[in-house]
Structure formats: C-alpha cells, structure tokens
C-alpha cells in the first residue's frame, strides 16, 4: 500500500509547504498531496483555505501573490521543483462551492494548472493504472469538483486522474462515477472505505485505484490496507509508513504486502 503525505505532511508540518513535502519524501513516503488555490494575480498556489486565518477572513483569490508568499504560502512551481518527480504527487484542485474562489464550470484553477503542467513539459499518454501499481510516480490531479478533473483529463498530459469523495459518499457511487469519465483512482473517505468490507476488489473489478484520505493513526491505517486499498493518505507519513513495516503487537490484521 502507497503511504502519501497529506498537505505534504501534517505532522509535523507545516502544513503545504516546500519543507513539508521535503521531509515527508526524505523519510521514505511514496507521495504527497498538497491543495492547490489561484492567487489575485492569478498565480498557483499551494494552501488549503479559500480565507486567511489573519487578516482574518481574507479571501486567498484576492490576496496578491506575493503576500501570500510573505505568509509563508508557497508557489505550485516552487513544491514542483522540491517533488523533483520523487515518487506521486496528488494536487488537489479547491473548487467548492460557497468558497469565494469557487467558479464551476469556468474551471479557472483547472485550467491553469493544466497550463502549467504543459509549460512543465507534463505532455503525452496519460499514466494507466499499471503504471500506477508498477510504482511509475508521476503526478495526479483530485478534486470533488469532478468538472475540474475533467477538464485536466481532456488536458491532453501526462498526469492521472483521481475523482475525491466526501465522506456520505458510497465507495460504489464514486467507482461508478470515476470509471464512466475515465479517470485514473478513486479517492475516498476512510469511512466510506471501512463501510464497505470489498471496497479494493470493487475498484479492481471497476479497472481503478482505490485510495482513502485522510488516515490520521496506525490501527486505521492497518485497517485500510487490509480493505485492499492502493495507496493511504496520511497526516503522519512517516509514523505510517514504520508501522506498517513492523508486525502489529496485538496481532491483529495482515502483515504488509501490498
């Protein structure tokens, strides 16, 4: 089972960061995700609130991008040039509604960041499933927006796909979905995931990736990878990722082979 940093790694953090996904990638993590929002400049950048803690409830889309940076908000380009291709790196495009960046159909995040994967050199077949399960890398594209996935998959690059769940959403309802439009992998709630006892052999038998977000401890993470899921999110990638390569003290559960 793929262990990936969430946010780059939550713990110990910060959260989103150059230095984040650094150490998470260091310490033997398969991956990270990080959130992708646009700047007023109309920059990417990489936070997961659509507001700013201080000056409290500033929009992130209306905040020039060089005082987010003076913030300690990295550039996409900046946590690109620290990945350094080091194995997955998930973007999650912030595209819901009710957050003032919101712009479903436009897509305005989408489309940037399908531009700047071009300008990237991000260009050609896009990754299968195999390529993913033989250990290829490479770079994903999530979002619950799934006209944002869209429009990265009709990108023509070469980048996954992966359609991400909110947690009242069935395991089945998402494989459904992510296999009619094409996409890669199948991110889902860890709850939703524990719910359903087959939720790996439905997304094998659907030609999928199933992968769940966001594993915040060891028994849940142990629990996911005995539900046959691909690959974990996890705040504490490098705690996971030592768990799961020593034997579990209650015995419970199976010992890692996947």
């Not at 990754?127 to 290829?136: E, Y």
């Not at 979905?177 to 939703?192: D, N």
């Not at 719910?195 to 659907?206: F, K, L, N, Y």
């Not at 142990?222 to 390569?245: F, T, Y």
Request: charged share 25%; proline share 6%; with cysteine.
């Amino acid at each position: 089972m793929e262990v990936l940093g969430h946010r780059g790694s939550r713990v110990p953090g910060p959260e989103n960061t150059v230095e984040a996904v650094d150490a998470a990638l260091r310490a033997g993590a398969d991956g990270v995700e990080i959130d992708v929002r646009r700047s007023a400049d109309g920059d990417l950048v990489c936070v997961h609130d659509a507001r700013l803690s201080r000056p409290a409830g500033r929009a992130v889309v209306r905040q020039p991008t060089e005082a987010l940076r003076a913030r300690g908000i990295p550039l996409l380009d900046e946590i690109l040039d620290v990945w350094a291709g080091r194995g997955r790196l998930i973007c999650e495009i912030k595209n819901q509604p009710g957050q003032p960046d919101f712009d479903a159909p436009r897509e305005r995040t989408a489309r940037a960041l399908a531009e700047r994967l071009r300008a990237r050199g991000w260009t050609g077949p896009r990754p299968t499933v195999a390529d993913l399960d033989a250990g290829a890398g490479g770079i994903t594209v999530s979002s619950f927006d799934w006209f944002a996935i869209e429009a990265v998959r009709d990108a023509e690059l070469a980048v996954a796909t992966a359609f991400l769940t909110m947690p009242r959403m069935s395991v089945s309802g998402g494989l459904a979905y992510a296999r009619s439009a094409g996409h890669t992998e199948l991110h889902a709630h860890t709850s939703a995931v524990l719910g359903s006892p087959d939720a790996g052999a439905r997304a094998r038998q659907a030609g999928l990736r199933l992968v769940t977000w966001t594993v915040t401890g060891v028994g849940a993470a142990r629990q996911v990878r005995d539900a046959g899921v691909a690959g974990a999110i996890c705040d504490d990638p490098v705690e996971i990722r030592q768990a799961l390569n020593t034997p579990d003290p209650s015995g419970a559960g199976a010992t890692e082979g996947s």
